[in-house]
């Protein structure tokens, strides 16, 4: 069974940046969509950013033209370029390989 792991989240100032990474562990087969989801207390989760297997990416509205999300190569790790943060961003944020397998979360906090 796969198993998803994230890092990377932490404390940002406005303005700043982070990377979360989401690592599978297991074969999660060729043909695959991995996604970034966001949750805060006042919101409900929130679909950040998704790959596909071919390249094909999709942003929400909140984080266009801000964050960015890629794999390596070898397909088993996602990433989550995060720039020009707000504290809005604030939040706990999750990795999903579609359709339902989920990681643990990585906080992420942006505050000055």
């Known amino acids: 069974q796969v198993q998803l792991e994230e890092s990377g989240g932490g404390l940002a100032q406005p303005g700043g940046s982070l990377t979360l990474s989401c690592a599978a562990s297991?074969?999660?087969?060729?043909?695959?969509?991995m996604g970034w989801f966001r949750r805060t207390p006042a919101k409900e989760r929130e679909m950040v950013a998704s790959?596909?297997?071919?390249?094909?990416?999709m942003y929400g509205d909140a984080v266009k033209g801000r964050f960015a999300i890629s794999s390596d190569n070898a397909k088993t790790t996602v990433y989550l370029q995060m720039n020009s943060l707000k504290p809005e961003d604030t939040a706990m944020y999750y990795c999903?390989?579609?359709?339902?397998?989920w990681g643990q979360g990585t906080q992420v906090t942006v505050s000055s």
């Open positions: 999903l390989l579609y359709p339902n397998t």
């Open positions: 790959i596909t297997s071919g390249g094909t990416t």
């Open positions: 297991g074969s999660i087969g060729t043909y695959f969509a």
